[in-house]
């Protein structure tokens, strides 16, 4: 609808049918809020959320309906997941802020209705559908800041939390955590799920349900929150010995594609976040055998490429690989890591994968961790020094790390040390003739990279003098060619 050029003559044409000028609203009931959605319908979401279970909903209700009254009390403590659920939702009425919406036509959801005809019907079933309904939109909406931030405002963690303390439904769980989770991308109510109290409990409790998509979102929650600025409350919670059990467990059984790459995602985000939460959860992650899990993961995920050849696997297998990388390069857990023969063979194997171009990300990854693993063992260099297909692979991988300049310098160093054991060892005519052809089939790639180098040769004349460089690397690669 277009908007009238002048809204002082349009009131003056409608002088004589009514009032030319209505008081405005008092500034308490204004909202400051720059969306297309209206907030009094976030608002009214919110409250078709309210617990399926009556006495949970009354006592959430009786929150919203005082809300206005305590607008300048003292927020109260949250409740906590090891009290019984009656008086969790009841002591929440002192959280109350400002969900002053009125609920008097509201039906509680499983509760009784009368229908006029002397029987009482269950609701439950219609208020299920309705409330993942309701659920899903807001879900949605939380992705959005502005939203996110009048739903906390507004106690939609506190509904939420008593949903997951007294409800028995996996969709209405997956539901609540889901949209926890999205409110958690953002700062300021990634702040209120800190601070209520008990939230975080009954959420990790949540990782020993059943039900793949819960387990799932609770996994993406939680990487969420080791990924924020929060990370090191949501450490303090999961170092508990029970909980990193069980993550260990889902990696290790699990059946469910996507359950699998959230829960290696989860791990992922322990080993990448401050080095606080590095330090207080991964030591026990160790000894509970994470090194030997991920290794077992990634000789599956290998031989299903080898054989099957399933793309919605290749996103997990990435994952691990960036896993086992980040475990190599920390000191005080790399040598688990690089002294393991199986998965120096493992990553070998995968270089010399002939189909890169679907899983280029990750034959760049296994060809860093192996210039890891030769740094630290550099014996293993002479196990691959005789490997033309190995030599034939690293190569290939030059066009996936065109813009990764460490990828680069690692794929630069494996082949100088395999062609400098190759410069130093007697060789048969047939087996020099054999390495020359590898290299002039590889030609082009090889003239492409020295290319590109040469475009960055200005950034690189401080790291000449060391004998690790890329470019004392490349330049014993291309002597010996």
């Known amino acids: 609808m277009a908007v009238p050029a002048d809204p002082i003559i349009e009131v003056e044409e409608v002088e004589e049918d009514g009032p030319t000028h209505h008081p405005p609203a008092p500034s308490h009931e204004f909202f400051d809020l720059s969306t297309t959605v209206d907030p009094s319908y976030i608002i009214s979401l919110i409250r078709k959320l309210l617990p399926l279970d009556s006495a949970s909903r009354r006592s959430l209700s009786e929150v919203a309906s005082h809300g206005t009254n305590q607008g300048e009390e003292e927020r109260g403590a949250a409740p906590s997941s090891s009290v019984s659920s009656d008086e969790n939702l009841k002591s929440s009425k002192n959280k109350s802020e400002n969900m002053d919406v009125d609920v008097s036509g509201e039906i509680s959801r499983g509760e009784c209705q009368d229908t006029g005809d002397g029987i009482e019907h269950s609701s439950v079933s219609v208020g299920e559908d309705a409330w993942e309904e309701y659920g899903c939109i807001l879900w949605d909406l939380a992705a959005s800041k ?7 405002e507004n106690l939609i963690l506190e509904v939420l939390l008593g949903n997951l303390l007294v409800c028995k439904s996996e969709r209405v769980t997956e539901i609540s955590i889901g949209i926890i989770g999205n409110l958690a991308c953002h700062e300021v109510p990634m702040k209120h799920i800190i601070s209520t109290e008990g939230l975080i409990e009954i959420i990790l409790d949540k990782l020993f349900m ?10 993406r929650l939680l990487t969420v929150g080791l990924q924020s600025g929060e990370s090191i409350a949501w450490a303090e919670a999961l170092q508990s010995e029970h909980i990193l059990c069980q993550i260990l467990w889902i990696a290790e059984n699990t059946l469910n594609l996507q359950l699998l790459e959230k829960i290696i995602g989860l791990i992922l985000a322990i080993l990448e976040s401050q080095q606080k939460v590095v330090d207080a959860i991964l030591p026990p992650m160790m000894k509970l055998g994470l ?5 077992s993961l990634l000789t599956f995920e290998i031989s299903k490429l080898m054989t099957e050849r399933i793309p919605e696997r290749y996103s997990i297998l990435d994952l691990i ?34 189909d890169k171009v679907e899983v280029g990300n990750c034959c760049v990854t296994a060809a860093v961790l192996i210039a890891n693993m030769l740094s630290d063992v550099a014996d293993q260099a002479s196990k691959i020094s005789q490997d033309l297909r190995l030599l034939d692979g690293l190569l290939d991988i030059f066009p996936f790390a065109s813009d990764d300049v460490e990828a680069r310098n690692a794929l630069w160093n494996v082949i100088a040390r395999i062609l400098v054991r190759i410069r130093e060892t007697e060789m048969s005519p047939s087996s020099v003739h054999h390495y020359v052809s590898v290299l002039v089939r590889k030609l082009d790639l090889i003239e492409d990279e020295l290319l590109n180098q040469q475009v960055e040769s200005g950034h690189e004349q401080e ?15 291309v002597s010996f060619s």
């Open 146 to 152: 502005t939203h996110a931030e009048l739903m906390v």
């Open 321 to 354: 690989l960036r896993a086992i990388e980040a475990l190599s390069v920390m000191d005080d857990h790399s040598q688990e890591i690089c002294s393991s023969s199986e998965l120096f063979q493992l990553l070998c194997d995968l270089v010399k994968f002939p």
């Open 463 to 477: 790291s000449l003098s060391y004998p690790g460089s890329t470019a004392n690397a490349r330049d014993t690669s």
């Open 291 to 295: 090194a030997n899990i991920l290794i």
């Open 210 to 219: 059943d039900d793949p998509q819960c387990l799932c979102e609770t996994c």
